[in-house]
């Protein structure tokens, strides 16, 4: 999230389950940020949320995979998917990953 309205946006959705806890541990990124992402910023897959609004997967050493189910089940609740659809957005997510690094390892790094 960023800009001006950011800090209007959280308030706003600060009394969801659990929306002021942390997603991890050392991190800023509040719960309240998937729902906004989700229901504000029209975000619709756990790469949207995790690459594009919140950026954990570049700010994290396992690019987010620690953290992917969770966010992903939380974006379930919200839209309503069921297991499988949650199953294929995680496995996508972890698709992208594995790519990225396996892109990583090919240059070098």
């Keep these: 999230m960023q800009g001006r309205f950011a800090l209007d946006q959280v308030r706003r959705h600060l ?3 659990a929306a002021k806890e942390r997603i991890m541990e050392g991190r800023p990124h509040v719960w309240a940020e998937v729902d906004i992402a989700v229901k504000e910023e029209m975000a619709l897959t756990l790469t949207d949320v995790l690459v594009r609004r919140l950026g954990l997967f570049y700010e994290t050493a ?11 089940s939380r974006m379930a609740r919200l839209f309503g998917w069921d297991r499988s659809r949650l199953a294929r957005d995680v496995e996508e997510y972890r698709g992208l990953v594995r790519d990225h690094r396996a892109f990583r390892e090919d240059r070098g790094g």
Excluded: K, S
Aim: aromatic share 0%; net charge negative.
């Design 15 to 17: 009394d969801g389950p």
């Design 62 to 72: 396992d690019q987010a995979m620690g953290m992917a189910a969770e966010v992903a």
